[in-house]
């Protein structure tokens, strides 16, 4: 039996994946398929997830540079080179347990019928659907996570694991200026004109939650906070972020 290779991927950063890792160690027949199988069962169980389901993530939070430039360039060479990933993944995703028990059966010589099982699902997706998701959500860490802070010794973004959930709707009063940034955003995202802003008042006004709350009301949104005394990276900013193909407001906090 011979099962599809998993040479290196082109459009996905997976290279060095769970999924990728262990799909590597079954086919290689050895002495770690057998162990590599039963791990990966192990999580789809305790997940409770189907084989294709526990591929499409990994493959929607990896890194997409691929897609990223294609949805700068639209250009067709791209975009085959996606549709070929996409094609290598879904023959892997269509393999069954059994599958995957009589190739190791047949590569050590030895019956591994009794080994458990897993639900493989059906992969349904197409380079269409990830570049499409690419394009709303990003990829990697933003498509993960949607506020940052920045750790300016490292120059790396730092996830908010648990951003502040408030809406515009819990907050009160201020209504004509809470209505100016609204606008102002929805200009921002559906890239019209838009400012930069500055709000100001008494604390306790309002004046941070209103920005936390854009984000959880404009999903293309993502945020980058700054302290005040990391406003000369705003530059080193731009440049990590300006191949992504979302919105990000910046934001200072008690300037």
Do not use: W
């Not at 659907?129 to 394009?135: M, N, P, Q, V």
């Not at 996830?159 to 907050?171: E, Q």
């Not at 930069?196 to 980058?224: C, H, Q, W």
């Amino acid at each position: 039996m011979k099962l599809p290779s998993a040479e290196d991927f082109f459009a996905f950063d997976i290279n060095k994946s769970d999924f990728l890792e262990a799909y590597r160690r079954i086919t290689a027949g050895g002495k770690n398929a057998v162990n590599a199988y039963t791990r990966l069962c192990s999580d789809l169980l305790l997940k409770d997830k189907s084989f294709s389901d526990f591929v499409h993530d990994t493959l929607i939070y990896s890194e997409q540079p691929l897609i990223e430039k294609y949805l700068k360039t639209e250009n067709p060479a791209i975009l085959a080179a996606i549709s070929y990933d996409i094609k290598r993944i879904r023959e892997i995703c269509a393999l069954s347990a059994s599958d995957f028990k009589k190739y190791m059966s047949e590569a050590l010589g030895r019956n591994l019928s009794e080994l458990p099982e897993y639900d493989k699902g059906e992969f349904r997706y197409t380079a269409d659907y990830f570049i499409d998701r690419c394009k709303k959500n990003g990829s990697g860490i933003f498509a993960r996570y949607r506020a940052f802070s920045y750790d300016e010794s490292k120059k790396s973004l730092v996830p908010v694991t648990n951003p502040d959930r408030v809406k515009l709707s819990d907050l009160k009063r201020y209504e004509v200026q809470r209505k100016q940034i609204v606008d102002n955003t929805t200009c921002f995202v559906n890239g019209k004109p838009a400012c930069n802003t500055l709000l100001y008042g008494d604390r306790g006004t309002g004046k941070s939650s209103t920005v936390k709350a854009l984000l959880n009301e404009f999903p293309p949104l993502r945020m980058i906070r700054l302290d005040k005394t990391q406003v000369s990276s705003v530059f080193e900013l731009y440049e990590k972020i300006s191949s992504v193909p979302l919105y990000f407001i910046i934001f200072i906090d008690d300037l």
